[in-house]
């Protein structure tokens, strides 16, 4: 039986189409960005500047000036996090942020906490959004940056990010949203939105993983930011070091590609993920389905599937890649920071799955999935003492969220 691949949300998998695109600048095309004295350095100017505009335009940035290349959406929020907080440090050190964040914006604000920053953490609600009138309260006469994240990594769930710009603008905060999940899935326009920060990663839209982009507004208001790195000076101070060109040129491409296609893809891959959800729920009880199915990813689906150990029905179904919660911290074994942002009980946290779906997913794939992981729940279950128990007791329910 051949592999199925549900862990699209971790990474994706490379697009032969940015693959080609690729190519060219790993073999003959080898010239350094920076090189602006011959013409294999300009080759390589031209196709970075060309990914810029790629990447730009799916966020509707204004100017490929807006757009800052990094490593990754980790490197992308330090820059933010910490560079913003140290260039405006004199106007206030407060900064506004929510739980189910990824530990990529969490732990730089513990960082900021150790160097004198203040940071207030904002709940959320069971569906893990925040509700817009505590941020409303949280802003203070201090507070610089509000950094909540576009779309949650583990559930989906979207956040009322518009609604974030329209409370930040006016009162002159700076508002930085890491968009790793959300970019390339769903429509997104800073300027509408009101964002003047965004981080994003190309490995999460079928691009190459070591290359990311940072969005900084330019105008209105014009942001400055610190850099984390020095030595050279590229792009325009924000981040030193030899430009990736054919990773930066991967990130364009797949930028290009998820633009045209968006609209489809989310149609056909949510229609899949709602098969995979109702197939499950229908045969499956208890299970629960954790997160906002309003407002949520196309392609995301977490579930707590009682009675059973993630980890233990991960092993269970070998042909099946999928998670047990964040591929970024399934090391611990600390129940999911997400789950119990959401209120999701201790002994129910540890029985989650992230099924994240794709591009390059089929419907034969979803059938296939919904079979293996009911029949592995049935074999667990009835190797579960606390599962006897509670059928003796009479006291299973149908719990579906």
């Given at each position: 039986?051949?592999?199925?691949?549900?862990?699209?949300?971790?990474?994706?998998?490379?697009?032969?189409?940015?693959?080609d695109?690729m190519?060219?600048?790993l073999?003959?095309?080898?010239?350094?960005?920076a090189?602006?004295?011959?013409?294999?350095g300009w080759?390589?100017?031209e196709?970075?500047?060309k990914a810029?505009e790629q990447?730009?335009?799916?966020i509707?940035?204004e100017?490929?000036?807006?757009i800052?290349w990094t490593?990754g959406?980790?490197?992308?929020?330090?820059?933010?996090?910490?560079?913003?907080t140290?260039?405006y440090?004199e106007?206030?050190?407060?900064v506004?942020?929510?739980r189910?964040?990824?530990k990529a914006?969490?732990?730089?604000?513990k960082?900021?906490?150790?160097?004198?920053s203040s940071?207030?953490v904002?709940d959320?609600d069971?569906?893990?959004?925040i509700?817009?009138?505590?941020?409303?309260?949280a802003?203070r006469?201090d507070?610089i940056?509000?950094?909540?994240?576009?779309?949650?990594?583990e559930i989906g769930?979207?956040?009322?990010i518009?609604?974030?710009?329209?409370?930040c603008k006016p009162r002159?905060?700076?508002?930085?949203?890491?968009?790793?999940q959300?970019?390339?899935?769903?429509?997104?326009?800073?300027q509408?939105m009101g964002?003047d920060l965004?981080?994003?990663?190309?490995h999460?839209?079928y691009?190459?993983k070591?290359v990311g982009?940072?969005?900084?507004r330019?105008?209105?208001p014009?942001?400055?930011?610190?850099?984390?790195?020095?030595?050279?000076?590229?792009?325009?101070?924000?981040?030193?070091?030899t430009?990736?060109?054919?990773?930066?040129?991967?990130?364009?491409?797949?930028?290009?590609?998820?633009?045209?296609?968006?609209?489809?893809d989310?149609?056909?891959?949510?229609?899949?993920?709602?098969r995979?959800?109702?197939?499950?729920r229908d045969?499956?009880?208890?299970?629960?389905?954790n997160?906002?199915?309003?407002?949520?990813l196309?392609?995301?689906?977490?579930?707590?599937v009682?009675?059973v150990?993630?980890e233990g029905l991960?092993?269970a179904?070998?042909?099946l890649?999928?998670?047990?919660g964040?591929?970024?911290?399934?090391?611990?074994?600390?129940p999911s920071?997400?789950l119990?942002a959401l209120g999701?009980?201790?002994?129910?946290?540890?029985?989650s799955i992230?099924?994240?779906?794709?591009r390059?997913?089929?419907a034969?794939?979803?059938?296939?999935?919904?079979?293996?992981?009911t029949?592995?729940?049935?074999?667990?279950?009835a190797?579960s003492p606390t599962y006897e128990?509670?059928?003796?007791?009479g006291?299973?329910?149908?719990?579906?969220?």
């Open positions: 039986m051949s592999r199925v691949y549900l862990d699209n949300n971790a990474t994706t998998r490379l697009d032969p189409r940015v693959l695109a190519m060219p600048y073999t003959d095309r080898f010239g350094n960005a090189s602006r004295s011959h013409a294999f080759e390589a100017e196709a970075v500047e810029r990447v730009a335009g799916l509707g940035a100017s490929t000036k807006e800052v490593s959406a980790t490197e992308s929020n330090n820059i933010v996090i910490k560079g913003v140290s260039m440090a106007q206030g050190r407060h506004i942020t929510q189910t964040e990824h914006v969490l732990d730089p604000c960082f900021l906490e150790t160097q004198g940071v207030t904002l959320v069971s569906g893990g959004r509700r817009l009138e505590e941020l409303e309260s802003i006469e507070t940056l509000v950094s909540v994240m576009f779309a949650n990594n769930t979207i956040q009322p518009a609604e974030i710009g329209r409370l002159g905060v700076l508002f930085h949203t890491d968009a790793t959300a970019f390339g899935k769903v429509p997104i326009d800073v509408a964002i965004l981080s994003c990663s190309g999460k839209i691009g190459p070591g982009a940072l969005f900084v330019r105008r209105a014009r942001v400055r930011c610190r850099p984390l790195f020095h030595g050279g000076g590229h792009e325009r101070g924000f981040r030193s070091g430009l990736n060109v054919p990773g930066i040129v991967g990130l364009g491409q797949a930028a290009a590609l998820t633009g045209a296609e968006m609209a489809a989310a149609a056909r891959i949510g229609a899949l993920r709602d995979l959800w109702t197939a499950l045969r499956i009880e208890p299970i629960t389905r997160g906002d199915p309003q407002h949520c196309p392609n995301t689906l977490n579930l707590s009682h009675y150990e993630g991960m092993m179904c070998k042909d890649a999928f998670s047990s964040s591929a970024c911290t399934s090391a611990s074994l600390e920071h997400v119990k999701v009980a201790d002994d129910v946290a540890p029985s992230r099924l994240s779906l794709g390059f997913n089929t034969d794939e979803v059938e296939t999935a919904i079979d293996q992981i029949r592995a729940v049935e074999r667990l279950r190797m128990m509670a059928l003796q007791a006291s299973l329910q149908r719990r579906t969220g």
